[in-house]
């Protein structure tokens, strides 16, 4: 009798302990796809993006001019284009529709332009790459201008400023060139339970976006992809074709996103010939390249 009474609570202890264990389990679970929420990503058009992110809405470097607005870039491939060279794929009201703040890398006229300035609510959160670029922004009306830094929290996301450079070496090395490229940033979002976001920015391939990749490992790599060209220099200066590639192979296991092409004077890369090169080097499943007014979810 004694036997049979110890029997039982043997297997009373064996089976809670089984359960324990899988509830640890089911705890430490790794996290799928299926346990992120959604992170969605529109191309307005050139390098302008709507990304919601932990349902907030960022809209990234605005340029909502309308159609050949702005003479073509000097000194610059096909100068003589005026830009943009496309209209917008969608009403200004809809491109502002639901946006919680603004992101501008930068304040070139591609990415932040006359009309940006008049459309935008000049009590929006803001977000600048530096003081000058801030003080640039304050002095066009808007209220609330902060400066982005390593680890800023806006709604429950945290954004962290990458650094880049804006063309090559070369190109820096010439004062009145190097004045006229300026400063730009990357930003990488991140949430808890949401896929992490690289935006690059203008950038050509740099220590900093490995610095960034290794650093924050994202899921989701938003590239500026045109392959912008100034006369007078060989390279670009932001990234290209080959980049793309390098990203894909480099992070095999995100997805790439390849923006700001078909509509800015100087951009040498059309999403046709990148489209191209992505599948002759068979990674079209890793690579979007959306169309203006395209949205993509993660």
């Given at each position: 009798?004694?036997?049979?009474?110890?029997?039982?609570?043997?297997?009373?202890?064996?089976t809670?302990?089984?359960?324990?264990n899988s509830?640890?389990?089911?705890?430490?679970k790794?996290m799928t796809d299926?346990n992120?929420?959604?992170v969605?990503?529109q191309?307005i058009?050139?390098?302008?993006?709507k990304?919601t992110?932990?349902?907030?809405t960022?809209l990234?470097?605005?340029?909502?001019?309308?159609k050949?607005?702005?003479?073509?870039?000097?000194?610059?491939?096909r100068?003589e284009?005026?830009n943009?060279?496309?209209?917008?794929p969608?009403s200004?009201?809809?491109v502002?529709?639901?946006v919680?703040?603004?992101?501008?890398?930068h304040?070139h006229l591609d990415?932040?332009d006359?009309a940006?300035?008049?459309?935008i609510p000049?009590?929006?959160?803001l977000?600048?790459?530096?003081q000058?670029d801030?003080?640039?922004?304050r002095k066009q009306?808007?209220k609330?201008?902060?400066?982005?830094?390593t680890?800023?929290e806006?709604?429950?996301?945290?954004?962290s400023k990458?650094g880049?450079?804006h063309?090559t070496?070369k190109m820096?090395?010439?004062?009145m060139v190097?004045?006229?490229?300026g400063?730009a940033m990357?930003?990488?979002?991140?949430?808890?339970?949401h896929k992490t976001?690289?935006l690059?920015?203008?950038t050509?391939?740099?220590?900093?976006?490995?610095?960034?990749l290794?650093?924050?490992?994202?899921?989701?790599?938003?590239l500026n992809a045109g392959?912008?060209r100034?006369?007078?220099?060989?390279d670009?200066?932001i990234?290209g074709k080959?980049?793309?590639?390098?990203?894909?192979?480099?992070?095999p296991?995100s997805?790439?996103?390849a923006?700001?092409m078909d509509a800015?004077?100087?951009?040498?890369?059309?999403?046709k010939e990148l489209?191209?090169?992505?599948?002759?080097?068979?990674?079209d499943?890793h690579?979007?390249?959306p169309?203006?007014?395209?949205s993509?979810?993660?």
């Amino acid at each position: 009798m004694q036997l049979r009474k110890m029997a039982y609570v043997f297997m009373a202890l064996t089976t809670n302990l089984t359960a324990a264990n899988s509830f640890a389990a089911e705890s430490v679970k790794p996290m799928t796809d299926k346990n992120y929420s959604v992170v969605q990503l529109q191309e307005i058009r050139n390098a302008t993006v709507k990304i919601t992110y932990a349902d907030t809405t960022f809209l990234i470097d605005p340029m909502l001019s309308k159609k050949g607005t702005y003479p073509g870039f000097e000194n610059t491939y096909r100068s003589e284009l005026r830009n943009p060279l496309v209209d917008l794929p969608m009403s200004e009201d809809d491109v502002l529709k639901g946006v919680d703040a603004v992101i501008v890398t930068h304040t070139h006229l591609d990415h932040w332009d006359d009309a940006a300035q008049k459309l935008i609510p000049k009590n929006m959160p803001l977000f600048a790459q530096n003081q000058s670029d801030a003080d640039i922004i304050r002095k066009q009306g808007f209220k609330d201008v902060r400066i982005l830094g390593t680890h800023t929290e806006f709604s429950g996301v945290t954004l962290s400023k990458i650094g880049g450079q804006h063309g090559t070496n070369k190109m820096y090395a010439e004062p009145m060139v190097a004045k006229r490229l300026g400063e730009a940033m990357g930003v990488v979002f991140k949430a808890p339970h949401h896929k992490t976001l690289y935006l690059a920015g203008d950038t050509i391939w740099r220590p900093e976006v490995d610095q960034a990749l290794n650093q924050f490992k994202p899921e989701i790599i938003v590239l500026n992809a045109g392959y912008a060209r100034l006369t007078g220099f060989d390279d670009s200066i932001i990234m290209g074709k080959a980049d793309v590639l390098k990203a894909s192979k480099l992070m095999p296991n995100s997805k790439i996103v390849a923006v700001h092409m078909d509509a800015i004077n100087h951009m040498s890369l059309t999403r046709k010939e990148l489209k191209q090169f992505v599948h002759a080097n068979n990674i079209d499943n890793h690579v979007d390249i959306p169309k203006d007014g395209e949205s993509l979810k993660f």
